[in-house]
């Protein structure tokens, strides 16, 4: 008698235990490294406490990119040039930064852990991830574009500075008296500037030529002999590269190209922040699911204590307690399939938001601080959530500036339909001086031999002295006067008789145009599948979340009440594990109804493209318009 007693006693209290388990609440201390803390996080001395996030992180990020982005890239051009040359000169190659990791620092991590929101986790990766700063660069990059476009009307001045010597042989006794060598040397300092007009299309060119000849012939009269020129000349098109506007298409062209990418790099944003969010929600519900898997292993484990004491007594068959072994033993193995997907989940999220403060290889750890709002209402309907579709989608902004885009080709093409007809003029001015010898000609005074008493004779020439005497100076002042000239004017006139070139990429441009068109009206259509699919799913889950908390309630009661009839002998363990299967089951459902919840509002926000404006991130297209000086006439 005094044993049964002692087995009934042994047995209600190992019950009492089992009744005092909370199945939704893990005690267990799981094998992880996370443990059961939920915020815990790796340290190579054991676990860190997660740090809160230090003030000044949590700062709105730079989104938007402006031209003046691309400002870091540049270098000036003038200071620059010592350098630049410098570097040609140099064999050896740089190497990238990237090439010096060191073992000590791929070794390196920081196992501190910080307790984050979805925002703060948005905000820091938005401004740490290297894949979306990468990114960002395209439009940089793109506004480069921009510029080389107002190149083409940036003035270039040219210059050339020579000297040359000739000597060769006399070929006439009369050519150098006294000398067997026939010698000339030339001196050279040449300038032009030629500018394309950001008006008219046309090209307008200065040159500037400076020569000075020596030479010891005695034919030549002025020895030496400066020769300065000034010239000017227009190249304007009339038909074909000329219209209202028409120099700068091109320039049109890339300030559209670029905002075409600054488009693309909001689509890429967008969808970085809804991975950011996927990616925390991940973290958020692999907790929860490792919670009820620690439950669950709670409750077997508990099982097993009860039944072993059971079968001890002999009050219990073997069987049932094999059976409890055997669902503790299945309940493990879901505890570390637990461990595995939180672990995973949260590299993830470690890896994409990069709070990286110390600098180490693997940077700091964070662990999410929200938790599901089952309860947050949404209020847009389909009306609603397709106007801020068309009014916010980056995707569909992207793709009416590529319409534009090509609208501009196809108008450049129009253009070049046109015959070339081009009108060229030019008009420069001239002057001569230097030293004006006496050259006599076979005895006779020749050039510039002034002879007292001599007088003119009809028919020939008695030494008349030529008004080119002076210096190089001398002969600037009577450039400026414009004594010798010339000019010219001509008219150009080209066409292909079919003209098939022109016409083909004509046709080419609309097609182009055409498919832009269709390819948008594509994508609307598919966004307004987005946003019916987006709103159903969330109204699915929001009713799917309720369901299932209903369905966690009844089962973890079921659970209850079936453990009264369990101590009272009235159902087996088999019954009893059925019941605790199901309450797994409803929270395991709960859990993920809550994470695709969260997800499902992503998901509207992101077909309506407001997902940047829920998080207050204030995306918006930068005007990529520059006109320099040059590209203003």
Avoid at 210 to 220: A, E, G, I, L, M
Wanted: aromatic residues 8%; contains cysteine.
């Amino acid at each position: 008698m005094s044993r049964r007693i002692y087995a009934l006693t042994a047995l209600i209290a190992a019950w009492v235990c089992l009744a005092n388990a909370t199945p939704a609440r893990a005690q267990y201390k799981s094998s992880s490294m996370y443990g059961t803390a939920g915020v815990q996080a790796p340290s190579i001395s054991g676990q860190a406490i997660p740090s809160a996030i230090p003030q000044g992180e949590m700062a709105l990020p730079q989104v938007n990119v402006p031209a003046s982005a691309a400002n870091q890239f540049e270098r000036n051009a003038i200071l620059s040039l010592p350098d630049m040359f410098s570097r040609q000169w140099n064999p050896a190659e740089e190497i990238p930064p990237e090439s010096l990791i060191s073992e000590r620092y791929l070794r390196s991590a920081d196992n501190s852990a910080r307790l984050i929101s979805l925002k703060e986790a948005i905000y820091i990766a938005i401004r740490n991830n290297p894949a979306l700063q990468a990114v960002e660069l395209d439009p940089v990059a793109a506004t480069e574009g921009v510029r080389a476009a107002n190149a083409a009307f940036d003035p270039d001045m040219t210059s050339q500075l020579d000297t040359a010597k000739d000597v060769a042989p006399v070929t006439s006794p009369f050519q150098a008296p006294g000398s067997l060598a026939y010698t000339q040397k030339f001196y050279d300092w040449n300038f032009a500037v030629d500018k394309v007009s950001a008006v008219t299309n046309g090209t307008f060119g200065i040159t500037f030529d400076n020569n000075r000849t020596y030479t010891n012939s005695v034919f030549s009269s002025v020895n030496p002999l400066y020769q300065p020129t000034l010239e000017a000349s227009l190249v304007q098109p009339l038909m074909r590269n000329f219209g209202i506007d028409f120099a700068t298409i091109n320039v049109r062209l890339a300030e559209s190209a670029q905002r075409n990418a600054q488009w693309s790099y909001g689509s890429a944003l967008q969808d970085f922040v809804q991975r950011i969010g996927n990616d925390y929600w991940a973290v958020v519900g692999a907790k929860e699911n490792l919670q009820v898997a620690e439950s669950a292993l709670k409750f077997n484990s508990d099982l097993v204590r009860v039944n072993r004491i059971s079968v001890r007594v002999g009050t219990l068959a073997p069987i049932d307690l094999q059976e409890a072994q055997s669902a503790a033993a299945t309940a493990e193995a879901n505890v570390y399939a637990a461990e595995a997907a939180l672990k995973s989940s949260r590299s993830q999220l470690r890896q994409d938001v990069m709070l990286n403060p110390a600098g180490t290889f693997l940077p700091e750890n964070v662990e999410p601080s929200d938790q599901p709002n089952p309860k947050r209402e949404i209020t847009d309907n389909e009306e609603t959530a397709l106007e801020k579709m068309v009014e916010y989608s980056p995707q569909l902004a992207g793709m009416r500036e590529s319409i534009r885009t090509a609208m501009l080709q196809v108008k450049y093409q129009e253009n070049q339909m046109l015959p070339q007809l081009n009108l060229g003029t030019e008009f420069g001015v001239t002057a001569v001086t230097g030293s004006t010898p006496c050259v006599s000609n076979f005895g006779q005074p020749g050039a510039n031999c002034d002879v007292p008493g001599l007088t003119s004779t009809p028919g020939k020439f008695n030494g008349q002295k030529l008004p080119f005497g002076g210096t190089y100076g001398d002969a600037l002042n009577k450039l400026l006067s414009a004594s010798f000239y010339n000019y010219a004017a001509v008219i150009t006139f080209e066409m292909p008789l079919d003209n098939a070139a022109a016409k083909s990429a004509l046709a080419q441009s609309r097609v182009v145009y055409e498919q832009a068109r269709l390819q948008y009206r594509a994508a609307l259509n598919q966004a307004v599948t987005g946003i019916e699919a987006a709103l159903a799913n969330l109204e699915a889950d929001v009713k799917r979340a309720e369901a299932t908390r209903e369905a966690t309630y009844f089962a973890e009661k079921s659970l209850r009440d079936e453990q009264v009839r369990f101590r009272v002998g009235m159902a087996t363990t088999h019954d009893l594990l059925q019941y605790q299967s199901e309450l797994v089951t409803a929270q395991g459902n709960q859990v993920s109804a809550n994470i695709d919840l969260e997800n499902a509002r992503f998901a509207l926000w992101y077909a309506e493209g407001t997902l940047l404006r829920t998080f207050d991130i204030n995306f918006g297209v930068q005007d990529p318009r520059e006109r320099p000086w040059y590209a203003r006439f």
